[in-house]
Protein backbone atom coordinates (compact mmCIF):
# COMPACT_ATOMS: atom_id res chain seq x y z
CA UNK A 1 0.00 0.00 0.00
CA UNK A 2 0.94 3.45 -0.58
CA UNK A 3 1.86 5.64 2.08
CA UNK A 4 -0.61 8.01 3.11
CA UNK A 5 0.08 11.63 4.67
CA UNK A 6 -2.41 10.90 7.71
CA UNK A 7 -3.45 7.76 9.46
CA UNK A 8 -6.52 8.83 11.84
CA UNK A 9 -7.82 6.63 14.74
CA UNK A 10 -10.68 7.30 16.39
CA UNK A 11 -12.18 4.83 19.57
CA UNK A 12 -15.68 4.67 19.71
CA UNK A 13 -17.69 3.77 22.57
CA UNK A 14 -21.49 3.70 22.71
CA UNK A 15 -21.11 7.29 21.06
CA UNK A 16 -23.73 6.97 18.26
CA UNK A 17 -24.76 10.52 18.60
CA UNK A 18 -21.47 12.54 18.00
CA UNK A 19 -19.36 9.85 15.93
CA UNK A 20 -20.93 10.72 12.28
CA UNK A 21 -20.26 14.47 13.35
CA UNK A 22 -16.76 13.80 13.68
CA UNK A 23 -16.31 11.67 10.32
CA UNK A 24 -18.54 14.02 8.51
CA UNK A 25 -15.84 16.46 9.73
CA UNK A 26 -12.68 14.58 8.30
CA UNK A 27 -14.40 13.54 5.11
CA UNK A 28 -15.01 17.48 4.15
CA UNK A 29 -11.35 18.84 5.83
CA UNK A 30 -7.74 19.45 3.45
CA UNK A 31 -6.94 17.60 0.11
CA UNK A 32 -4.50 15.62 2.32
CA UNK A 33 -4.32 11.81 1.84
CA UNK A 34 -5.90 10.09 4.70
CA UNK A 35 -6.81 7.00 5.90
CA UNK A 36 -9.42 6.51 8.82
CA UNK A 37 -10.00 3.65 11.26
CA UNK A 38 -12.50 3.19 13.73
CA UNK A 39 -12.43 0.74 16.67
CA UNK A 40 -15.98 -0.11 18.47
CA UNK A 41 -15.04 -1.01 21.91
CA UNK A 42 -18.22 -3.40 22.37
CA UNK A 43 -20.58 -0.01 21.90
CA UNK A 44 -24.59 -1.04 22.15
CA UNK A 45 -26.23 2.05 21.16
CA UNK A 46 -26.35 1.10 17.84
CA UNK A 47 -22.88 2.87 16.81
CA UNK A 48 -21.24 -0.52 14.37
CA UNK A 49 -24.71 -0.33 12.26
CA UNK A 50 -24.61 3.51 11.63
CA UNK A 51 -20.40 3.26 10.92
CA UNK A 52 -21.40 0.42 8.44
CA UNK A 53 -24.33 1.54 6.44
CA UNK A 54 -23.23 5.28 6.36
CA UNK A 55 -19.22 4.94 6.36
CA UNK A 56 -18.36 2.17 4.56
CA UNK A 57 -14.84 4.01 3.42
CA UNK A 58 -14.05 3.71 7.19
CA UNK A 59 -11.71 0.89 8.11
CA UNK A 60 -14.17 -0.22 11.17
CA UNK A 61 -12.61 -3.07 14.08
CA UNK A 62 -15.55 -3.89 15.89
CA UNK A 63 -14.25 -5.16 19.79
CA UNK A 64 -16.46 -7.86 21.63
CA UNK A 65 -15.56 -6.05 24.92
CA UNK A 66 -14.38 -2.84 26.00
CA UNK A 67 -10.31 -2.83 25.63
CA UNK A 68 -10.19 0.87 26.53
CA UNK A 69 -8.37 3.57 25.03
CA UNK A 70 -4.73 2.78 24.82
CA UNK A 71 -5.18 -1.29 24.07
CA UNK A 72 -7.37 0.15 20.94
CA UNK A 73 -5.27 2.17 19.98
CA UNK A 74 -2.85 0.02 19.82
CA UNK A 75 -4.49 -2.67 17.46
CA UNK A 76 -4.51 -0.72 14.29
CA UNK A 77 -1.08 1.49 14.64
CA UNK A 78 0.81 -2.06 13.05
CA UNK A 79 -1.73 -1.47 9.83
CA UNK A 80 -1.16 2.71 9.53
CA UNK A 81 -0.34 3.81 6.76
CA UNK A 82 0.62 7.24 7.25
CA UNK A 83 3.29 9.23 7.73
CA UNK A 84 1.44 10.67 11.03
CA UNK A 85 -1.18 9.40 13.23
CA UNK A 86 -3.46 11.56 14.11
CA UNK A 87 -5.51 9.85 17.42
CA UNK A 88 -9.28 11.84 17.71
CA UNK A 89 -11.99 11.18 20.00
CA UNK A 90 -15.52 10.03 18.78
CA UNK A 91 -16.93 13.66 20.61
CA UNK A 92 -14.74 15.73 18.33
CA UNK A 93 -15.52 17.87 14.91
CA UNK A 94 -12.82 18.67 12.90
CA UNK A 95 -13.00 22.76 11.95
CA UNK A 96 -11.89 22.87 8.14
CA UNK A 97 -8.67 23.23 7.18
CA UNK A 98 -7.70 22.09 10.53
CA UNK A 99 -5.84 18.56 9.53
CA UNK A 100 -3.70 20.42 6.35
CA UNK A 101 -2.18 22.91 9.09
CA UNK A 102 -1.67 19.93 11.65
CA UNK A 103 0.34 18.04 9.02
CA UNK A 104 2.06 21.96 7.82
CA UNK A 105 2.92 22.24 11.65
CA UNK A 106 4.41 18.69 12.26
CA UNK A 107 6.37 18.97 8.58
CA UNK A 108 7.74 22.73 9.98
CA UNK A 109 8.72 21.30 13.20
CA UNK A 110 10.90 18.02 13.02
CA UNK A 111 11.99 18.62 16.41
CA UNK A 112 8.91 18.05 17.69
CA UNK A 113 7.44 14.41 17.79
CA UNK A 114 3.83 14.75 19.43
CA UNK A 115 1.72 17.99 19.48
CA UNK A 116 -1.84 18.89 20.23
CA UNK A 117 -4.48 21.23 18.52
CA UNK A 118 -6.14 24.57 19.95
CA UNK A 119 -9.61 22.27 21.61
CA UNK A 120 -12.78 24.12 22.36
CA UNK A 121 -16.02 23.71 23.63
CA UNK A 122 -19.45 23.66 21.42
CA UNK A 123 -19.60 27.16 22.45
CA UNK A 124 -16.53 28.53 21.61
CA UNK A 125 -14.45 28.79 24.53
CA UNK A 126 -11.36 27.78 25.01
CA UNK A 127 -10.79 24.08 26.69
CA UNK A 128 -7.60 23.78 28.73
CA UNK A 129 -5.95 21.05 26.35
CA UNK A 130 -1.57 21.71 27.25
CA UNK A 131 -0.26 21.21 30.87
CA UNK A 132 3.45 21.94 31.32
CA UNK A 133 3.69 20.07 34.10
CA UNK A 134 3.50 16.37 35.20
CA UNK A 135 0.65 15.11 37.79
CA UNK A 136 2.77 15.10 41.09
CA UNK A 137 6.40 16.76 39.03
CA UNK A 138 6.41 19.14 42.10
CA UNK A 139 7.96 16.19 44.18
CA UNK A 140 10.26 14.59 41.27
CA UNK A 141 13.92 16.02 41.44
CA UNK A 142 15.31 13.50 38.92
CA UNK A 143 13.29 11.69 37.15
CA UNK A 144 12.23 14.29 35.07
CA UNK A 145 14.88 16.16 34.04
CA UNK A 146 16.63 16.77 30.76
CA UNK A 147 13.49 16.63 29.02
CA UNK A 148 13.50 18.74 26.02
CA UNK A 149 10.89 21.57 25.51
CA UNK A 150 8.82 23.08 27.99
CA UNK A 151 5.18 21.38 27.57
CA UNK A 152 4.82 18.14 29.41
CA UNK A 153 1.78 17.02 27.35
CA UNK A 154 -1.44 17.36 25.30
CA UNK A 155 -4.71 16.04 25.52
CA UNK A 156 -5.54 12.64 24.28
CA UNK A 157 -8.64 13.98 22.17
CA UNK A 158 -6.88 15.47 19.43
CA UNK A 159 -3.16 15.08 19.38
CA UNK A 160 -0.83 14.52 16.10
CA UNK A 161 2.15 12.18 16.08
CA UNK A 162 4.50 10.94 13.72
CA UNK A 163 4.13 7.33 13.04
CA UNK A 164 7.49 6.00 13.75
CA UNK A 165 8.08 7.67 16.63
CA UNK A 166 5.03 6.52 18.02
CA UNK A 167 6.10 2.93 16.93
CA UNK A 168 9.60 3.22 18.42
CA UNK A 169 7.84 4.25 21.69
CA UNK A 170 5.73 1.06 21.36
CA UNK A 171 2.21 2.80 21.21
CA UNK A 172 0.46 3.26 23.37
CA UNK A 173 1.23 1.66 27.44
CA UNK A 174 -2.02 -1.21 27.46
CA UNK A 175 -1.94 -0.53 31.27
CA UNK A 176 -3.86 2.08 31.37
CA UNK A 177 -7.45 1.84 30.38
CA UNK A 178 -8.86 5.50 29.82
CA UNK A 179 -7.25 7.74 31.23
CA UNK A 180 -3.68 9.33 31.88
CA UNK A 181 -2.73 7.20 28.45
CA UNK A 182 -1.72 10.47 26.56
CA UNK A 183 0.33 12.03 29.78
CA UNK A 184 2.00 8.71 29.95
CA UNK A 185 2.92 8.40 25.83
CA UNK A 186 4.02 12.27 25.82
CA UNK A 187 6.53 11.81 28.53
CA UNK A 188 8.16 9.18 26.95
CA UNK A 189 8.39 10.60 23.15
CA UNK A 190 10.32 13.53 25.87
CA UNK A 191 12.47 10.78 27.25
CA UNK A 192 13.34 9.37 23.49
CA UNK A 193 14.69 13.36 22.55
CA UNK A 194 11.87 15.00 21.58
CA UNK A 195 9.18 17.80 22.20
CA UNK A 196 5.67 18.11 22.35
CA UNK A 197 4.25 21.18 20.22
CA UNK A 198 1.10 22.94 20.64
CA UNK A 199 -0.77 23.95 17.22
CA UNK A 200 -3.23 26.84 17.63
CA UNK A 201 -3.98 26.74 14.10
CA UNK A 202 -5.39 23.29 14.24
CA UNK A 203 -9.03 23.81 15.84
CA UNK A 204 -10.88 20.86 17.10
CA UNK A 205 -14.43 21.14 18.65
CA UNK A 206 -14.70 19.10 21.98
CA UNK A 207 -18.08 17.87 23.42
CA UNK A 208 -15.83 15.81 26.11
CA UNK A 209 -16.79 12.74 28.49
CA UNK A 210 -19.53 11.57 25.68
CA UNK A 211 -18.21 7.40 26.61
CA UNK A 212 -17.74 8.03 30.21
CA UNK A 213 -21.31 10.22 30.62
CA UNK A 214 -23.24 6.86 32.47
CA UNK A 215 -20.62 6.83 35.64
CA UNK A 216 -20.90 9.00 38.20
CA UNK A 217 -18.77 11.75 38.90
CA UNK A 218 -17.38 9.69 41.72
CA UNK A 219 -16.61 6.64 39.65
CA UNK A 220 -14.74 9.51 37.31
CA UNK A 221 -12.38 10.67 40.16
CA UNK A 222 -11.47 7.22 41.43
CA UNK A 223 -10.88 6.39 37.94
CA UNK A 224 -8.50 9.16 37.57
CA UNK A 225 -7.09 9.13 41.11
CA UNK A 226 -6.19 5.23 39.81
CA UNK A 227 -4.35 6.48 36.54
CA UNK A 228 -2.69 9.09 38.40
CA UNK A 229 -1.31 6.58 40.47
CA UNK A 230 0.01 3.77 37.69
CA UNK A 231 1.44 7.11 36.14
CA UNK A 232 3.86 7.47 39.44
CA UNK A 233 4.72 4.01 38.96
CA UNK A 234 5.85 3.81 36.04
CA UNK A 235 7.56 7.07 36.12
CA UNK A 236 8.98 7.81 39.51
CA UNK A 237 11.19 6.30 41.89
CA UNK A 238 9.23 4.93 45.54
CA UNK A 239 10.53 7.75 47.48
CA UNK A 240 9.05 10.34 45.03
CA UNK A 241 5.85 8.00 45.17
CA UNK A 242 6.29 8.01 49.19
CA UNK A 243 6.15 12.02 49.24
CA UNK A 244 3.45 12.53 47.17
CA UNK A 245 1.31 9.80 49.32
CA UNK A 246 2.10 11.05 52.06
CA UNK A 247 1.12 14.73 51.08
CA UNK A 248 -2.06 14.00 49.69
CA UNK A 249 -2.91 11.53 52.38
CA UNK A 250 -2.47 14.99 54.84
CA UNK A 251 -4.63 16.90 52.98
CA UNK A 252 -7.51 14.17 52.87
CA UNK A 253 -7.17 13.37 56.22
CA UNK A 254 -7.75 17.77 56.86
CA UNK A 255 -10.26 18.42 54.17
CA UNK A 256 -12.31 15.18 55.51
CA UNK A 257 -12.14 16.90 58.98
CA UNK A 258 -12.76 20.33 57.97
CA UNK A 259 -15.29 19.38 55.25
CA UNK A 260 -17.50 17.13 58.15
CA UNK A 261 -17.44 19.98 60.69
CA UNK A 262 -18.87 23.06 57.74
CA UNK A 263 -21.29 20.34 56.33
CA UNK A 264 -24.58 20.99 59.04
CA UNK A 265 -23.53 24.72 58.58
CA UNK A 266 -23.42 24.77 54.37
CA UNK A 267 -26.20 26.30 51.85
CA UNK A 268 -24.90 24.00 49.57
CA UNK A 269 -24.78 20.40 51.28
CA UNK A 270 -24.63 18.68 48.36
CA UNK A 271 -21.71 20.02 46.92
CA UNK A 272 -19.47 19.75 50.35
CA UNK A 273 -20.49 15.74 50.40
CA UNK A 274 -19.77 15.53 47.12
CA UNK A 275 -16.42 16.92 48.27
CA UNK A 276 -16.15 14.87 50.49
CA UNK A 277 -16.83 11.73 48.69
CA UNK A 278 -13.69 13.01 46.32
CA UNK A 279 -11.23 13.31 49.41
CA UNK A 280 -12.22 9.82 51.24
CA UNK A 281 -11.96 8.46 47.50
CA UNK A 282 -8.53 9.91 47.65
CA UNK A 283 -7.38 8.59 51.00
CA UNK A 284 -9.01 4.71 49.89
CA UNK A 285 -6.86 4.80 46.71
CA UNK A 286 -3.83 5.91 47.93
CA UNK A 287 -4.17 3.00 50.74
CA UNK A 288 -5.23 0.71 48.61
CA UNK A 289 -2.08 1.57 46.28
CA UNK A 290 0.34 1.28 49.52
CA UNK A 291 -0.67 -2.35 50.11
CA UNK A 292 -0.13 -3.40 46.74
CA UNK A 293 3.13 -2.26 46.41
Known sequence: MAQSDLSIIVVSYNTADWIGICLDSITTDCDCSKEVFVIDNASTDGSVDLLRRNYPWVHLIVNKENRGFAAANNQVLPRCQGRYILCLNPDTKVEPGSLRKFISFMEANPHIGLAGSKVIYPDGSLQESVSYRYPGQRYATHELSGLKGSIACVLGASMIARAEIVRQAGGFDEDFFLYGEDQDLCLRIRKAGYEIGYCDAAVVVHLGGQSERKSTSEELFRKK???????????????????ISRNNLL???????????????????????????????????????????
Open 251 to 293: KAHWRIATLTLFLPLAKDKIKVKEKLTRYRILYQEIKKFSLQR
Open 225 to 243: TQAEYLFYKKHYIPETIDR
